[in-house]
Structures are given as structure tokens and as C-alpha cells.
């Protein structure tokens, strides 16, 4: 009954964070080609690579920034604890080239949004700036 009270509370955040949830997907996304190609788990992702997915789910939840997160790999905060931090960046390393082709429409949506984002904070530095 709680871990479906927890699913239900995730599942609602991402409803109301779209850009959140665009990042949980292309991490989901990445993860899982990762577990595939190096521990050769298809469809479904190894206990440790589903603690990975976990947390880093968790930590998108609770995300100072909300939905104005920049994406993970140009943010500031490096909000992961060491060994977290150390398995996703493999994961990023080395599912991000192979995402274009696996998922290319999550992958468009992905740099759009950085793009947008990027633009966001470029501006609001500048007027920062000026005054
Ligand atoms: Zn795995």
C-alpha cells in the first residue's frame, strides 16, 4: 500500500513538472541502454542500476531549481553523493551519443530544452549585470 501511495505522489509531480519529467525519461532512457549494453539485462535494469534510476529520480524530486532545472550535465550543484555521481556520469558517457539514434524525438525535446533554459539564464544575467 505505500510503495503504490509513493508511485502515485511520483507520478503526480511529474504531471505538474513536464520538463522534469522530459529529464526523467531521457535518464530513464539512458540507464537503460547502459544496463543493457554492459550488464546485458534487457527490459528490465540490474539491482544496481535500478538504484541508480532510483535515486536519481529521488533527487530530480527534490531539485531546488523545480522546473527551471538546467539539465543534469550543465548544472551547478552536482546535487549526487560521490559514487552516485561517479556511476551516472558513466551512464551519461556512455548512453548520451547512443541516445540520438535509440530515441531521437527524447533527444530533440532534451536540447531544446537547454537551449531554451540556456537562454533563459543568459538573459537573466545580463540584466543582473546592468543594474
Ligand atoms: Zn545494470
Request: positive net charge; proline residues 3%; contains cysteine.
Amino acid at each position: 500500500m505505500e510503495a503504490v501511495n509513493i508511485l502515485k505522489k511520483q507520478k503526480l509531480f511529474f504531471i505538474n513538472h513536464k520538463g522534469l519529467n522530459l529529464e526523467r525519461k531521457t535518464i530513464n532512457s539512458m540507464v537503460l541502454i547502459y544496463c543493457d549494453n554492459m550488464h546485458f539485462n534487457t527490459k528490465t535494469l540490474c539491482n544496481d542500476c535500478q538504484e541508480l534510476s532510483n535515486y536519481a529520480l529521488q533527487r530530480l524530486m527534490k531539485c531546488p531549481f523545480g522546473e527551471n532545472k538546467p539539465t543534469c550535465e550543465n548544472c551547478e550543484i552536482h546535487c549526487y553523493k560521490l559514487d552516485m555521481r561517479k556511476k551516472i556520469k558513466k551512464v551519461m558517457k556512455y548512453s548520451g551519443p547512443r541516445m540520438a539514434y535509440k530515441h531521437p524525438i527524447l533527444t530533440i525535446l532534451h536540447l531544446i530544452r537547454n537551449m531554451n533554459l540556456y537562454a533563459k539564464t543568459s538573459k537573466f544575467n545580463y540584466s543582473k549585470g546592468k543594474n
